[in-house]
């Protein structure tokens, strides 16, 4: 295996291992016997437990900043603004399902979480934020007044979160589908009345 897919697979491993335990149960021994490796494995990929669990958080919130930059919305077009809004939170939640470990890490960070975890997501958060207000902003925008598009896109963004924890936490009960007919009730009720 070459030394990219080791550390790859000890990555993976970690990150199962926080999910199940939080921060503070995950040890070098613990990721070796879970990986299927000596701990001197473990060792000639990280020099000790902080730098495996700073690259998970990094490998992870990474993952989940590209996976949500995929799914921003495009430029506002006379076309139909709840579906470009509805195709934008299926890719999200299809995201979600898809890699259910980063998200959980995301979105439901474990216990002990370390403060480099929070600071990459209220990061991440930002970033996110500062797009979907920039997007809302411009779908919004017609004649007459236009709603908030700061407080419109922390909505919108809390309202896709739950879905998404609703999603990881209850499959079964919360489907995509499910979500996504919640969705499109909701957006009736305020962007179909936008002033345009």
Not at 60 to 65: D, G, H, K, V
């Amino acid at each position: 295996m070459s030394a990219a897919a080791r550390r790859a697979q000890l990555l993976d491993a970690a990150t199962r291992l926080v999910g199940e335990r939080g921060f503070h149960g995950v040890s070098i021994e613990s990721i070796a016997r879970s990986a299927g490796v000596t701990r001197a494995s473990v060792y000639q990929h990280f020099p000790d437990l902080h730098a495996v669990l700073e690259a998970v958080i990094e490998r992870e919130t990474s993952r989940a900043l590209a996976q949500v930059s995929q799914t921003a919305l495009p430029e506002p077009s006379d076309g139909d603004r709840s579906a470009v809004m509805l195709e934008s939170l299926r890719a999200y939640l299809l995201a979600v399902q898809n890699q259910p470990s980063t998200w959980r890490l995301i979105l439901i960070p474990p216990e002990g979480a370390p403060k480099a975890l929070h600071e990459s997501i209220a990061n991440g958060r930002e970033t996110v934020l500062d797009a979907l207000t920039l997007a809302v902003g411009s779908a919004l925008t017609g004649s007459g007044v236009a709603p908030d598009a700061e407080l419109t896109a922390r909505v919108l963004s809390a309202i896709s979160d739950e879905y998404a924890r609703l999603l990881l936490t209850d499959p079964r009960r919360f489907p995509p589908e499910r979500l996504l007919e919640h969705a499109r009730w909701l957006l009736s009720l305020g962007v179909a009345n936008a002033p345009r």
